[in-house]
């Protein structure tokens, strides 16, 4: 997958132009940096990795503290 975003900011910081992503992509085609297949596999805009790692459970478990269960009564040195 090529990365449009990462493409036009370097042009646009070498060259002080920002482009349109399929501009990036037409411009990479032309310049035979990038073959006609791979434009047209990459020729969705990237909206952000939910898509990728939608199925990922972040989420945390919180359990009660059991309250029966204190500091210990005896401290052993060196542990």
Do not use: C, W
Request: glycine share 8%; proline share 4%; net charge negative.
């Amino acid at each position: 997958m090529i990365n449009l975003h990462y493409i036009r900011a370097a042009i646009e910081a070498n060259t002080g132009i920002r482009l349109s992503l399929p501009e990036v992509r037409r411009y990479l085609l032309e310049e035979g940096l990038i073959t006609k297949k791979q434009a047209e596999e990459d020729a969705t805009v990237f909206t952000g990795y939910g898509e990728l790692y939608g199925h990922e459970d972040f989420s945390t478990n919180k359990h009660d503290l059991d309250l029966e269960m204190g500091l210990p009564d005896h401290i052993i040195p060196g542990s």
